[in-house]
């Protein structure tokens, strides 16, 4: 007899997650000693580099219990950092139950806790693992006490293990086979399928990720997409091996993937029904709230003649990634590109980096900002994200930025330094929660803007690497905003402009221009960076000229001979400033974007 289980490992960024799903793959013997690698689920090349997950994964695992039944466990591998919450709930949704991973040696913390929110927002069994129990700092009575007080779990139904040695990994099978309700679902009904992920195959064009909840599902079926109502034929169904693995059919309750020659990337989206065309189900499934982007860059290619590779990039990028916006924009710097929203610092770092390697594409970054809100004189109210489009100061009656609700988890002696980087970053309506001996919670209100550049790199350093940080956001509230230009040799660069607030304007333009200087080569004519307030200039540098000694063959003599040799330099100096035009490298571009601490 063959059952099913679907479930995913959730858990904090670094608790083991892929790790575990090593070791299940080796377990089930789906790979051998030969194929296997570590991080088998993580197939880019800058997961496996930054040794983080960032895509989903699914795998059907084939498992025999020890009540000698066999059982497909399909289960989907997600990423535990807080930019891509958003793949995690995608997964969930296809699930009955989840692993909660927590390290032995770190406990719980804020990625954890929002994590199982997001597992009860779906009503799933939830089996608390605690990993790591190799480590010699591991504490798994204290974890166990936090597993109580802080997730409001049994934590006698834990199971200890260590991924890495692969001790009580069977426990975890079964406990899977035995704690997790097979899935609901009747073969007979009319097809409903949940598109979950999506990816773009070169050959077979795009294969869209599904989880079957009623019907069947085979090739040579049509089927139609309810989002925006195309009819497929379907090619090719089957499950996840390590390879796609085809087979005749995927029913009720299957996870697997399908291929229907579709060629378009945006014919998918993630969250669509699936139904059979001749015979539709009533409504669609719930498909998943739309991934709200919170930090906007614009990127432009170095060479403007790559500006259509770079659209059809982006394009087929956008298929792997749902929660990527794009739109077309244009800087008078930097010509054609596309202003891009994102759910986080480390999400723009990731789509960056896979462009260039992916795709084979070079790209510059805009500075990244928030969405604010304008309300002007006339009572229109406008969002804004590009600083392009800031509206004319005398038109405005009021701006506001977004809020967000920071909670932080950490040792209880970093409690006043992280208190210290909170309230400098304009933090306001701290809360401080003891959830156990020792640690520390701390909730506070900050404005998004403050927090997107480099907040979480400082909380880790701060606490050694102990911080952890999870945010939503709240609301809109009035700040003093300013638009904040930055002019090279008087022509102001749009590229590098930033909508910042009043305090921090002087702070941030001062940083600007040091880091201009020290990228923008040499000239045969003074240079002027400038940070400008409207009409305002708040901060300066100046890169100085080559000179040429025109008075090296004038031996003694009268002063006067070279005062007019000088004034001769001087003449032409300022002739060649006048004529004379500053390229600023990309290098630059990219040192004013780094953090301070950089």
Not at 272 to 300: H, M, Q, W
Not at 302 to 307: N, R
Request: with cysteine.
């Amino acid at each position: 007899m063959v059952s099913i289980r679907n479930f995913s490992i959730i858990a904090h960024i670094d608790h083991g997650k892929s790790t575990l799903a090593d070791r299940m793959i080796q377990l089930t013997g789906l790979a051998d000693d030969r194929t296997f690698r570590d991080q088998i689920l993580d197939s880019m090349d800058i997961e496996r580099e930054r040794g983080i997950t960032i895509k989903s994964q699914a795998i059907t695992l084939p498992y025999r219990s020890k009540d000698g039944n066999i059982y497909y466990l399909n289960l989907i591998d997600t990423p535990g950092h807080v930019d891509f919450s958003y793949e995690v709930s995608r997964a969930l949704a296809s699930c009955e139950g989840v692993l909660l991973l927590v390290d032995a040696a770190q406990g719980v913390q804020a990625q954890t806790v929002a994590n199982l929110y997001l597992a009860m927002e779906h009503d799933l069994e939830v089996i608390p693992v605690i990993n790591k129990i190799d480590l010699p700092a591991a504490d798994v009575e204290g974890v166990m006490e936090q597993i109580e007080t802080e997730l409001g779990l049994d934590p006698f139904t834990s199971i200890l293990c260590s991924a890495k040695e692969g001790t009580g990994v069977e426990d975890i099978m079964e406990a899977i086979v035995r704690r997790i309700p097979p899935p609901k679902g009747d073969a007979g009904k009319p097809l409903s399928a949940l598109i979950f992920d999506a990816q773009y195959d070169a050959f077979r064009g795009t294969v869209a990720h599904c989880r079957i909840f009623d019907g069947t599902i085979k090739p040579g079926q049509t089927v139609r997409f309810m989002h925006n109502n195309t009819i497929y034929r379907i090619e090719e169904v089957g499950r996840f091996s390590l390879v796609r693995e085809k087979k005749d059919k995927l029913e009720a309750g299957d996870v697997g993937y399908l291929l229907a020659g579709i060629k378009n990337v945006s014919d998918v989206s993630v969250g669509d029904t699936i139904t059979d065309n001749d015979r539709p189900c009533d409504k669609p499934l719930p498909g998943f709230k739309e991934a709200k982007p919170v930090v906007f860059a614009s990127i432009y290619p170095i060479a403007s003649d790559d500006y259509e590779e770079l659209a059809v990039a982006l394009e087929k990028y956008k298929l792997n990634d749902a929660s990527f916006t794009y739109q077309k924009d244009s800087s008078v710097a930097l010509g054609q590109g596309f202003r891009c929203g994102f759910l986080g610092l480390l999400h723009l770092d990731i789509v960056q980096e896979r462009l260039e390697r992916e795709y084979d594409l070079s790209i510059i970054l805009s500075v990244p900002s928030v969405r604010y809100r304008f309300t002007l004189k006339s009572g229109e109210t406008i969002y804004i994200e590009n600083p392009a489009h800031y509206p004319d100061p005398v038109n405005i009656a009021k701006c506001e930025e977004p809020h967000i609700r920071a909670t932080m988890m950490f040792p209880e002696r970093y409690l006043g330094a992280v208190m210290k980087l909170c309230i400098a970053r304009r933090g306001e309506n701290s809360r401080i929660n003891y959830p156990s001996p020792g640690r520390a919670e701390l909730q506070f209100e900050l404005p998004l803007s403050s927090v997107i550049y480099d907040f979480y790199d400082n909380l880790k350093s701060l606490t050694q690497g102990y911080g952890s940080f999870d945010y939503d956001i709240i609301d809109y509230r009035e700040s003093d905003l300013v638009l904040l230009d930055i002019l090279v040799n008087g022509e102001k660069v749009d590229a590098l402009s930033q909508i910042v607030h009043r305090k921090q304007a002087r702070e941030r333009a001062l940083i600007a221009c040091e880091r201009l200087k020290e990228e923008i080569p040499r000239q045969m004519f003074k240079i002027a960076i400038q940070g400008a307030v409207g009409g305002e200039i708040i901060a300066r540098s100046t890169i100085s000229p080559f000179r040429k000694d025109v008075t090296a063959k004038c031996y003694g003599g009268d002063i006067t001979r070279k005062r007019k040799l000088l004034e001769k330099q001087k003449k032409g100096k300022k002739r060649m400033k006048m004529v004379g035009s500053v390229s600023i490298p990309q290098s630059a571009f990219v040192a004013v974007l780094k953090s301070d601490q950089d």
